[in-house]
Nanobody, 122 residues
Framework: VQLQASGGGLVQAGGSLNLSCTAS????????MGWFRQIPGNEREFVAA???????HYSDSVNGRFIISRHNRMNRIYLQMNSLKPEDTATYFC?????????????????WGQGTQVTVSS
């Protein structure tokens, strides 16, 4: 499975961005897709994930501001990021795994996109 992420950019604090990620092959009901982010020198941090059946998980730092969604037929997920803060600045990666649990550890995900940069200016 190859993942292609897009939608990053530069935005002022308080603004919004929408990321998307498309999988190269059909996703299945055992697939979990999600987003992580990383700043240089740090580990990848869990942001949000969504199961085939639309169960959603958010990190505390983005809950209430970000919205993850999924279009199964198009093998695609989205991350609508609202009320962005400078501390949201990072490279955002989409990820996928086969399984029924939603881990928040990057090492548990098998497939990764190339990353897209999000920069929030103050």
């Amino acid at each position: 499975v190859q993942l292609q992420a897009s939608g990053g950019g530069l935005v002022q604090a308080g603004g919004s961005l929408n990321l998307s990620c498309t999988a190269s092959t059909r996703t299945f009901d055992s697939d979990i897709m999600g987003w992580f982010r990383q700043i240089p020198g740090n580990e990848r941090e869990f942001v949000a994930a969504i199961t085939w059946s639309m169960n959603i998980h958010y990190s505390d730092s983005v809950n209430g501001r970000f919205i993850i969604s999924r279009h199964n037929r198009m093998n695609r997920i989205y991350l609508q990021m609202n009320s962005l803060k400078p501390e949201d600045t990072a490279t955002y990666f989409c990820a996928a795994r086969r399984g029924t649990t939603v881990p928040r550890i990057a090492g548990a995900y098998e497939f990764w996109g190339q990353g897209t940069q999000v920069t929030v200016s103050s």
